[in-house]
C-alpha cells in the first residue's frame, strides 16, 4: 500500500517536472546558442548613439518596447531583441542623442505666431507697413491685423521721422484706418499699434504709465503706439475682447490650430517635451482636455497669468503629474516678470545703460508680489520660475528665493528657476550653486543680442556678466537651455551652435571664453532639462528603463567641425518609442551628406 502510494506521488511529481523543464526549455539557451530575449518593438541600429548614460556612454543600437528602452549595446548584442513583428530603422551612421527639452517655451504664444503676420521677416518699418497694407486689403472691417517678430535694431534702415528709432505713426494709420493693428515687438515685451487699437485700449495722450511699463510719445506729447511691458496691456484685452466677439466655433477652431500648429512645429525639430512658460487656469483646463485626447508633445505646463489671490485659493488643485501617460505635468509657477527686456530698455539693471544714462529699466512686477507669490508656491510645493534679465532683476530674485529658503528650507527641494539669468554681477554667479537655484538660460539669445549688448551696457559689465553660461557652470550650478519660443525659433540647431561658439553667424565671436563644451551644451538640453522639470528618472538619458523619447540628427553634433554643426538636422523624432516625426528623405540620407546652412540669427530678446 505504502509502495504503491509512493509510485503515484513519484508520477505526479515526475509529471509536474516534466511540464516546467518543457516550459523552461521555451525560454533556456541551448548549447551554443544565445539566449531567447524578448521581442522588442523597435531596434535602431548601425547609429552613433550618445546615451549620457555614464555605464554605456556610447553605443550603436537600441531595442525598445513598450515605449521604453529594453536594452541598448552593439549590433550584434541588439539584434537578438529583433523578432517577426519587431520593427528595424538601420540609421546608417546617423547621430543619435536623448530626446531633445525645449526648456522655455510658450506654446500657444508660438502656434499663434504661425498664423500671423512674420514681420521679423521685413528689413524695415516701410517693407511692415506694406505687409499691413496687404493684410488689410483680404481683411473685414474691423478685423485685427496681428503680427509679430520685429526689432528696429535690425532694420537696415531707420524710419523718417522717428523717436529713438521708432517709427511716427502716420504710414501704418493711413494703410489701416479701419482695422487694429497690434505688432509685437521680437522681445514679447512691447507692442506697436496703430490709432485703431490704442482707440479700443483707450489708450490717449493723457494716459500715464503703468506700473512696470512705459508709453512712448512723441514732441507733442500724443502715443506713437510703442507700448514697452506693462502698458501693452489695455491693447491685448482689447485683442481677447475681440477675439470673444467671434461664433464660439470660430474661436474653438482658432485655439485648435493654434496647438495643432505648434505641437507638429516641435516634433520636426527634435523636440520630445515642451516647458511652456505660463497658462492661466482656464487655458490649462483647455490643454488638460486636450491631452486627454492625445498629444505626441510631452508637456510640462507652468501656471501664469493669475493674481496672487487667485494662486492662494486655487493652486493646489492645478497640481498634476504624469496625466495622459506621462504627456501633460503641472506642478510650477511662471513666468514671472521681475524685469522686462533689453531690446526695449526695460532690463533691470544696478547701473544705468551705458547709451541711455537716465535709464535702468523696470521692475515689473512688484518684488513684494513676486515673495507673496514664491510664498504660495512654496506651501503647495510648486516651482518657481522668475524671468530676470537685467543684473539687479537677477540680484533681487536670488535675494527673494534666500529668504523664502531661509524661512522654510523644505522650498530648497523645488527646484526653483530663474529664466534667462542673462546680464549677472560678478557677486552673483555664485549664489545659483549655493541656493540650488537652476539658470535657465538660452543659448540663442546671446548670438542674437550680441551686436548691441556692449553697446548698451558697457565692454565691462558685458564681458563679466553676460551670458555667463561657463562660469555658471564651474560654479556647480545647473544651466538649461531652450529657444524661448516663439522669441526665437525652436529648431535647438542654431541654438546648439551658438552654445558652443558664440559666435554671431559666421562673423564675430561674442565673449568666447564663455562658451559651453559640446557635451555640457547637450546635456544643458536633455538631461539637465529633465532634471528642471522632476523628470530625470524617466527622460534625460537614454537607459534601459526610461522612456524611449529620441532624436536621430544627420551630423554628430559632438565631433564634426563647428562650421557644419549649421548645416545638421533632425531625422527622426521618437516619442514613446514611436515616430512622430520623419523628415522626407531620411530613410535614404547616408553618412557624410551635408545640408544647405541655416539662415543667420535674426532674433533679440
Not at 127 to 156: D, F, L, R, Y
Not at 348 to 366: C, H, M, Q, R
Not at 410 to 419: D, F, G, K, N, P
Request: negative net charge; proline residues 6%.
Amino acid at each position: 500500500m505504502l509502495g504503491r502510494m509512493r509510485v503515484r506521488i513519484s508520477g505526479a511529481v515526475a509529471a509536474g517536472l516534466l511540464f516546467i523543464c518543457v516550459a523552461f526549455a521555451a525560454q533556456a539557451p541551448i548549447a551554443g546558442f544565445p539566449p531567447k530575449l524578448p521581442s522588442a518593438d523597435l531596434v535602431l541600429r548601425n547609429g552613433v548613439v550618445v546615451t549620457l548614460d555614464s555605464l554605456q556612454p556610447r553605443v550603436q543600437a537600441l531595442a525598445i518596447r513598450d515605449g521604453r528602452i529594453e536594452a541598448m549595446g552593439s549590433d550584434a548584442a541588439i539584434a537578438h531583441y529583433i523578432g517577426a513583428n519587431t520593427k528595424v530603422i538601420d540609421l546608417k551612421g546617423a547621430f543619435v542623442t536623448p530626446g531633445f527639452i525645449e526648456g522655455h517655451g510658450h506654446l500657444l504664444g508660438t502656434g499663434r505666431s504661425l498664423m500671423e503676420l512674420n514681420v521679423g521677416e521685413a528689413p524695415n518699418w516701410d517693407a511692415i507697413v506694406a505687409m499691413v497694407k496687404a493684410a488689410v486689403a483680404k481683411a473685414k472691417p474691423g478685423e485685427w491685423i496681428v503680427g509679430t517678430g520685429w526689432q528696429q535694431s535690425k532694420w537696415n534702415k531707420a524710419p523718417q521721422p522717428n523717436v529713438d528709432g521708432l517709427p511716427l505713426p502716420d504710414s501704418l494709420n493711413s494703410v489701416s484706418p479701419n482695422n487694429p493693428v497690434m505688432l509685437e515687438h521680437v522681445s514679447g515685451h512691447a507692442v506697436y499699434a496703430n490709432a485703431a487699437a490704442l482707440k479700443l485700449a483707450g489708450i490717449t495722450s493723457t494716459t500715464p504709465d503703468p506700473p512696470g511699463g512705459s508709453i512712448v510719445h512723441d514732441e507733442h506729447g500724443n502715443p506713437i503706439g510703442m507700448l514697452r511691458d506693462t502698458a501693452d496691456g489695455p491693447v491685448f484685452r482689447a485683442y481677447s475682447g475681440y477675439i470673444s466677439s467671434l461664433p464660439p466655433q470660430e474661436v474653438a477652431a482658432r485655439s485648435e490650430k493654434a496647438l495643432k500648429l505648434a505641437v507638429q512645429n516641435e516634433i520636426s525639430k527634435g523636440i520630445t517635451t515642451f516647458v511652456d512658460m505660463g497658462e492661466n487656469f482656464k487655458t490649462i483646463d483647455w490643454l488638460k482636455q486636450q491631452a486627454a485626447n492625445g498629444l505626441p508633445l510631452r508637456l510640462y505646463i507652468n501656471v501664469n497669468g493669475e493674481p496672487p489671490s487667485e494662486l492662494d485659493q486655487h493652486l493646489a488643485d492645478y497640481r498634476i503629474v504624469g496625466y495622459a501617460n506621462d504627456h501633460f505635468t503641472v506642478r510650477g509657477i511662471g513666468e514671472i516678470l521681475s524685469d522686462g527686456a533689453l531690446g526695449t530698455k526695460s532690463a533691470w539693471f544696478l547701473e544705468p545703460y551705458s547709451d541711455a544714462p537716465n535709464i535702468t529699466g523696470k521692475n515689473v512686477t512688484a518684488m513684494n508680489e513676486i515673495m507673496q507669490m514664491a510664498q504660495i508656491a512654496a506651501r503647495d510645493g510648486f516651482q518657481v520660475s522668475v524671468h530676470a534679465i537685467g543684473d539687479r532683476a537677477n540680484r533681487e530674485t536670488l535675494d527673494v528665493f534666500q529668504k523664502i529658503f531661509t524661512e522654510d528650507p523644505a522650498a530648497q527641494a523645488l527646484r526653483w528657476r530663474i529664466e534667462h539669468a542673462q546680464h549677472l554681477s560678478p557677486s552673483d554667479i555664485p549664489r545659483f550653486a549655493q541656493l540650488g537655484v537652476i539658470a535657465s538660460m538660452q543659448s540663442i539669445h546671446a548670438c542674437s543680442d550680441a551686436p548691441f549688448v556692449v553697446q548698451g551696457i558697457g565692454e565691462k559689465r558685458a564681458s563679466e556678466g553676460a551670458y555667463v553660461w561657463h562660469s555658471l557652470i564651474e560654479s556647480g550650478a545647473i544651466v538649461l537651455d531652450g529657444t524661448d519660443t516663439p522669441v526665437e525659433d525652436t529648431n535647438p540647431i542654431p541654438n546648439f551652435y551658438c552654445g558652443v561658439t558664440r559666435r554671431e553667424g559666421n562673423s564675430a565671436y561674442f565673449f568666447p571664453e564663455e562658451a559651453k563644451t559640446r557635451i555640457e551644451e547637450l546635456r544643458s538640453y536633455t538631461e539637465n532639462n529633465a532634471y528642471a522639470i522632476f523628470e530625470d528618472r524617466e527622460l534625460g538619458t537614454l537607459t534601459p528603463g526610461k522612456l524611449a523619447d529620441i532624436d536621430v540628427f544627420s551630423g554628430d553634433l559632438l565631433t564634426m567641425p563647428a562650421e557644419q554643426i549649421l548645416r545638421t538636422r533632425v531625422l527622426y523624432t521618437f516619442i514613446d518609442g514611436k515616430v512622430v516625426y520623419e523628415r522626407p528623405g531620411a530613410s535614404a540620407w547616408h553618412s557624410g551628406e551635408l545640408f544647405a546652412p541655416m539662415p543667420e540669427f535674426n532674433h533679440v530678446d
